[in-house]
């Protein structure tokens, strides 16, 4: 089965300062990759869907990029805000299935 | 806000009691799904409705029990619960669960419903 390591648990940064979190996964390449955002006691938002022969995609401060030979995607949040404090959830489809399994998140916090 | 809506927001009850989960979305979705999320971990899938037919069931015990009326609304019957089944439910939808292998598939989730078991 498709396992999934995001970077670390939890990340500081500066406001102002560009945040990237770290998705890696082992065995198939799937077909998308996709990263949410998940406030405390509430579900997680869709954010952004790269799919494999995409190299980076943009949405406003959010860029994410996938690399199928390195197994990973990068995503970046730019000139960071407290209010994008948050923790960050990838997920990727299953061999030959349609549902997503989530990594364990990074919990990202934005100083003042 | 989401276009997934669950009640009620928070459930206590005791490990005999019989309780529900209910969820709506209007989306036109006819892909649903019950995910379980404890502290500081990922959701985990619990079940998945495509086309109001129980299509996937991830070893879930059967003291969970889904049920999905009409494609509009999906419940989740409890009963005979252990304080280890506490925790965030969600429930979410996507368009539906085969067409979306190459375009992505999106799921939207509701606010979740926070059980707690005594």
Redesign the interface.
């Known amino acids: 089965s498709q396992k999934i390591e995001q970077n670390s648990?939890a990340l500081n940064i500066q406001e102002g300062k560009t945040a990237t979190l770290t998705c890696n996964y082992t065995n198939y390449s799937p077909?998308?990759l996709?990263w949410y955002r998940q406030d405390p006691?509430?579900?997680?938002?869709?954010l952004l869907?790269i799919?494999e022969n995409e190299k980076e995609k943009r949405k406003e401060r959010l860029k994410v990029t996938f690399d199928t030979t390195l197994k990973q995607s990068l995503f970046h949040i730019t000139a960071s805000q407290p209010a994008d404090s948050a923790t960050y959830?990838c997920a990727l489809?299953g061999a030959g299935s349609?549902?997503?399994?989530?990594?364990?998140?990074t919990k990202l916090s934005v100083i003042p | 806000d989401?276009e997934?809506t669950q009640t009620p927001k928070h459930l206590v009850m005791g490990m005999t009691n019989k309780k529900s989960l209910k969820c709506e979305q209007h989306m036109g979705h006819r892909a649903m799904y019950w995910y379980k999320q404890k502290a500081?971990?990922?959701?985990e899938?619990m079940f998945?409705y495509s086309y109001e037919k129980l299509s996937?069931n991830e070893s879930v015990p059967s003291r969970f029990s889904p049920e999905c009326p009409n494609s509009s609304l999906l419940n989740l019957h409890l009963h005979a619960l252990q304080p280890e089944d506490s925790a965030?439910y969600?429930c979410?939808s996507s368009q539906d669960?085969?067409s979306?292998?190459?375009s992505?598939?999106?799921?939207?989730?509701?606010?979740?419903s926070?059980l707690t078991v005594v």
């Open positions: 648990e077909a998308y996709q006691g509430r579900g997680p938002v869709f869907l799919r959830l489809p349609y549902q997503l399994t989530f990594g364990k998140g | 989401t997934v500081k971990k990922p959701p899938l998945v996937i965030l969600l979410a669960q085969s979306s292998l190459n992505g598939n999106t799921i939207y989730f509701g606010e979740g926070w």
